[in-house]
């Protein structure tokens, strides 16, 4: 398998990547259009974590590091590696020294379609990552891949310089080049929310705020007392 690396790719603006970063996952999803969610299986080493980041990609062979190293060299202040293989592998791609080079960069997180190790070790340090699996098995390096070129996880294209938000509900990608507007949709989305939280608080029920009434008897859901109920299971 042969290669590239490409250097300096066009990122997202830093403030609206910080402004995202003020979001759950979610939020953004839905402010998307409940689009750009990696699968439920990418899930977080550690809790209550939430990062931000513009992706710098990486494309490897199963089992092999060797362009996560090449990669760390393309990574720089506020950047989340994003990491995936050419098929299927949870292999322990990723451990804590490579954190540790990492973190001397700026480097916000990880994501990776694969095998981490060293989890105990992440979460003393701090180093945010988001994994397929948790694997000692080691590696080699010793065959070619890529690094900041488009790759997919669970469907979902990530382009380098991409936004890539992280928390404990999982993982979203926004591209580029919607970043301000996603920003915008989802600043409209909370305010939203705040609104029907204070309703709730204030004891109104979803079924009357939604006007979920009408959908229920729509859909030909009835209420009955429990006499009812049972007098026409007997």
């Known amino acids: 398998?042969?290669?590239?690396?490409?250097?300096?790719?066009?990122?997202?603006?830093?403030?609206?990547?910080?402004?995202?970063?003020?979001?759950?996952?979610?939020?953004v999803s839905e402010a998307m259009g409940r689009t750009g969610l990696l699968g439920p299986e990418i899930r977080p080493i550690q809790q209550g974590v939430r990062a931000a980041g513009t992706a710098v990609t990486v494309l490897s062979w199963p089992g092999d590091n060797l362009m996560i190293h090449a990669a760390v060299e393309?990574?720089?202040?506020?950047?989340?590696?994003?990491?995936?293989?050419?098929?299927?592998?949870?292999?322990g791609l990723f451990g804590e020294l490579f954190a540790t080079a990492l973190r001397r960069r700026g480097v916000r997180g990880?994501?990776?379609?694969?095998?981490?190790?060293?989890?105990?070790?992440?979460?003393?340090?701090?180093f945010p990552a988001w994994s397929r699996a948790v694997s000692a098995q080691g590696t080699v390096k010793a065959t070619g891949g890529s690094v900041n070129v488009p790759v997919a996880i669970d469907g979902q294209v990530i382009r380098p310089g991409d936004v890539i938000l992280a928390d404990d509900d999982g993982v979203v990608v926004v591209p580029r080049e919607r970043a301000r507007v996603t920003v915008e949709a989802s600043e409209a989305r909370e305010a939203k929310e705040a609104k029907s939280r204070a309703a709730f608080l204030d004891g109104e029920?979803?079924?009357?705020?939604?006007?979920?009434?009408?959908?229920?008897?729509?859909?030909?859901?009835?209420?009955?007392?429990?006499?009812?109920?049972?007098?026409e299971r007997s």
């Open 1 to 27: 398998m042969s290669g590239v690396i490409v250097t300096n790719p066009p990122k997202a603006d830093a403030n609206d990547v910080a402004a995202l970063a003020g979001f759950g996952v979610a939020t």
């Open 74 to 91: 393309q990574c720089g202040e506020g950047d989340i590696l994003v990491v995936t293989t050419t098929s299927p592998s949870t292999d």
């Open 110 to 126: 990880l994501i990776i379609n694969a095998g981490i190790r060293d989890t105990q070790e992440l979460r003393e340090m701090d």
């Open 205 to 231: 029920l979803g079924l009357d705020r939604y006007g979920l009434r009408d959908t229920l008897k729509r859909l030909g859901v009835e209420y009955k007392t429990y006499e009812e109920y049972e007098g």
